[in-house]
């Protein structure tokens, strides 16, 4: 499995912005589809967005569509969710997840490797 680590949260006002990181290691980060999830006290774990291992091909939930950008660099074994016009409804913890499974999903069951989470906290 693929160790990840992600970075990059924090406190910011309704409209700003935030990027995360989501740092891999241990096993070829290329082989892996990547996705964010994020969850919100008392709510169940929820898909954010995800990114294909080699087209690139990225995939949004309605609620962060426009907002949200997914992106990887594989040579820096990196992938990152830049956030823009952040809302209070975003505040969560944001977790990194790798798929090795041969088609992208959006089922957090479906990723067998997680990060330890980042906290994003939108103040209104």
């Known amino acids: 499995q693929v160790q990840l680590v992600e970075s990059g949260g924090g406190l910011v006002q309704a409209g700003g912005f935030l990027r995360l990181s989501c740092a891999a290691s241990g096993r070829t980060f290329s082989n892996y589809h990547v996705g964010w999830f994020r969850q919100a006290p008392g709510k169940e774990r929820e898909f954010v967005a995800t990114i294909s291992r080699t087209s690139g091909r990225t995939y949004y939930a309605e609620s962060v569509k426009g907002r949200f950008t997914i992106s990887r660099d594989n040579a820096k074994n990196t992938v990152y969710l830049q956030m823009n016009s952040l809302k209070s409804e975003d505040t969560a913890v944001y977790y990194c997840?790798?798929?090795?499974?041969?088609?992208?999903?959006?089922?957090?069951?479906?990723?067998?490797?997680w990060g330890q989470g980042t906290q994003v906290t939108v103040s209104s």
């Open positions: 997840a790798a798929d090795s499974s041969v088609l992208v999903s959006r089922d957090p069951l479906r990723f067998n490797s």
